[in-house]
Antibody
Framework: QVQLVESGGGLVEPGGSLRLSCAASGFTFNDYYMSWVRQAPGKGLEWLSY????????TYADSVKGRFTISRDNAKNSLYLQMDSLRAEDTAVYYC?????????WGQGTLVTVSS | DIQMTQSPSSLSASVGDRVTITCRASQSISTYLNWFQQKPGKAPKLLMYAASSLQSGVPSRFSGSGSGTDFTLTISTLQPEDFGTYYC?????????FGRGTKVEIK
């Protein structure tokens, strides 16, 4: 069955960096776009970024453009989110999701806390 | 950016009730509209895609309709397990914006 498992979250100081990973299994990873979505504590969902099947196309929300970088390794069935220059407002649960024109499978999320 | 406005922001209904949630886009999005259900502490779950297509495994009491700017999610007969927060999302343009959510409580 389709599984997405995020890892790499944790506590980081403002201005710091973190790299999230998403391990995919149960489907042909390189057949799908992949996305990152986050949810701040007690808030709604915010779409962040997605990447095409062969990494040739990436796009970002304005809130993270220039600070976050999405990437994938199809040989390892893995999706990544490199997060730099982190701010307190980046504190959230980060989800990876399999994407077509809709996100049909989601991981369980990983919590990122940006605080000194 | 395309703004998605959901209403109501919350509702309380009894088991067996018919529940309708609406989502309005700030511009036409054709039928590029998806609905998600999220329970506390859990990841969102896709219910409907392309406005009216039921995701595999989702009970048939859920239905979606609309095109252009106005969309609805209907739960025909509310069940106890349908509590949670429901989000619409457009995938017509970038960024792929979500509505602010509708919290459904069971009376």
């Amino acid at each position: 069955q389709v599984q997405l498992v995020e890892s790499g979250g944790g506590l980081v100081e403002p201005g710091g960096s973190l790299r999230l990973s998403c391990a995919a299994s149960g489907f042909t990873f390189n057949d799908y776009y992949m996305s990152w979505v986050r949810q701040a504590p007690g808030k709604g969902l915010e779409w962040l970024s997605y990447i095409s099947k062969n990494s040739g196309y990436t796009t970002y929300a304005d809130s993270v453009k220039g600070r976050f970088t999405i990437s994938r390794d199809n040989a390892k069935n893995s999706l990544y989110l490199q997060m730099d220059s982190l701010r307190a407002e980046d504190t959230a649960v980060y989800y990876c999701a399999r994407d077509h024109d809709y996100a049909d499978y989601w991981g369980q999320g990983t919590l990122v806390t940006v605080s000194s | 950016d395309i703004q998605m406005t959901q209403s109501p922001s919350s509702l309380s209904a009894s088991v067996g009730d018919r529940v309708t949630i609406t989502c309005r886009a700030s511009q036409s999005i054709s039928t590029y509209l998806n609905w998600f259900q999220q329970k506390p502490g859990k990841a969102p779950k896709l219910l409907m895609y392309a406005a009216s297509s039921l995701q595999s495994g989702v009970p048939s009491r859920f239905s979606g309709s609309g095109s252009g700017t106005d969309f609805t999610l209907t739960i025909s007969t509310l069940q106890p397990e349908d509590f949670g927060t429901y989000y619409c999302q457009q995938t017509y343009g970038l960024p792929r914006t979500f509505g602010r959510g509708t919290k459904v409580e069971i009376k």
